[in-house]
């Protein structure tokens, strides 16, 4: 069984009841649509047309992929959870200034991060509405999902408990030379980025966060004894240790 379509092969709507009908909105845009004053969506969106809706937006880069794409299979159920009915992802790149990024003086590198995040979320939201007036469901969704980050997870977020928030991957970031327009100086002359880049946040002192006998505690006294550590905890608990089996403590006596 087919539905009947019209000369421009476009599927014809049903027969509205009698009250819906007769509303005064209903009628407008059912008259627009009988002048051609509403075009009705593409069914493939142009990946061209999308690119360039994303750049003049604010992205620095941008790419799309189908939401069934087998690398995305353990996000399937998330992103339809959000918005039923996706068959399409937009991932956006917004650049950064590297040097605030880089500086030991976090409150500048904080301050880049919020200003970059802005502009990510005032980017998405811009396109989010262009492909909205265009006919097309589109949603931009938060940072996180809640019920993806465990409670560890939540207490390893101790040092963004601030407000405005600290970013613990910005010192990774910052010394890390990833990119063509960041490897040049860095293959130019290592100890100088090093040095000019590593080297103070090695020797900043600040506190660390740790939780109680982990690796990262071990870590931080013995490589960083300059920086003070402070336990925190969230019902994280180190591994037990595995006791002696009896032959091993025959032969190790």
């Known amino acids: 069984m087919t539905a009947a379509r019209d000369a421009e092969g476009q599927p014809v709507p049903p027969r509205l009841p009698a009250k819906p009908a007769a509303h005064p909105s209903v009628q407008a845009v059912l008259a627009r649509r009988g002048t051609g004053g509403i075009a009705r969506p593409s069914a493939v969106i142009d990946t061209e047309w999308l690119r360039e809706l994303c750049l003049a937006a604010g992205a620095d880069d ?35 200034n590297r040097d605030n990024c880089r500086s030991p003086a ?68 910052a010394v890390r030379p990833a990119g063509e327009d960041v490897l040049g100086p860095y293959l130019d002359d290592r100890k100088n980025f090093m ?33 003070p550590a402070k336990e925190v905890t969230g019902g994280w608990q180190p591994p037990a240790k595995r006791s002696a089996s009896p032959d091993r403590e025959t032969r190790t006596s």
């Open 62 to 96: 941008t790419a799309a992929v189908s939401v069934d794409h087998p690398d995305l299979s353990g996000e399937r159920e998330h992103v339809q959870s959000a918005l039923p009915g996706t068959r399409t992802l937009i991932a956006m790149a917004v650049r950064m």
């Open 106 to 173: 976090r409150s500048v590198a904080n301050q880049e991060f919020h200003q970059t995040d802005e502009q990510a979320n005032h980017t998405a939201r811009s396109v989010t509405r262009a492909l909205q007036d265009s006919g097309y469901r589109a949603l931009n969704p938060s940072v996180g999902y809640r019920s993806r980050v465990t409670d560890s997870e939540s207490a390893s977020m101790w040092q963004s408990l601030s407000s405005p928030p600290g970013y613990k991957c910005g010192y990774r970031l």
């Open 195 to 227: 040095d000019c880049v590593l080297r103070p946040f090695q020797v900043k002192k600040e506190t660390l966060y740790v939780l109680l006998g982990s690796h990262a505690q071990e870590y931080a006294r013995r490589r960083f004894p300059h920086k």
